[in-house]
């Protein structure tokens, strides 16, 4: 009963190492597949935080905006002055 016993865990523990065995290039070639997938993702996120952080600066772009709030002040000095001037050419008449 014993020896036979020994015998059919001997034959189950080499089905299980061959089982084992056979799965387990399948695992590795998984694991590579799954860095190399992370390893897109890393690259994708690095060019779109580039060209975000570039649209980011075409936006904010200090000279663009220094030349918009000095076009605005002088159409509204421009303005101020029109105005300005039909008063007085309203005063005079």
């Not at 290039?25 to 860095?35: G, H, K, R, S, Y």
Request: aromatic share 4%; proline share 2%.
């Amino acid at each position: 009963m014993q020896k036979s016993l020994i015998i059919v865990l001997a034959v189950c523990l080499l089905s299980v190492h061959a089982f084992v065995k056979r799965d387990a290039p399948a695992a590795a070639a998984a694991a590579e597949a799954n860095t190399n997938y992370l390893e897109d993702i890393q690259k994708q996120l690095g060019a779109l935080s580039k060209q975000v952080g570039d649209k980011l600066k075409e936006t904010f772009d200090p000279e663009e905006i220094k030349k918009g709030l000095n076009d605005a002040v002088n159409s509204i000095g421009k303005a101020l002055e029109e105005v300005k001037a039909k008063s007085e050419a309203t005063k005079k008449e």
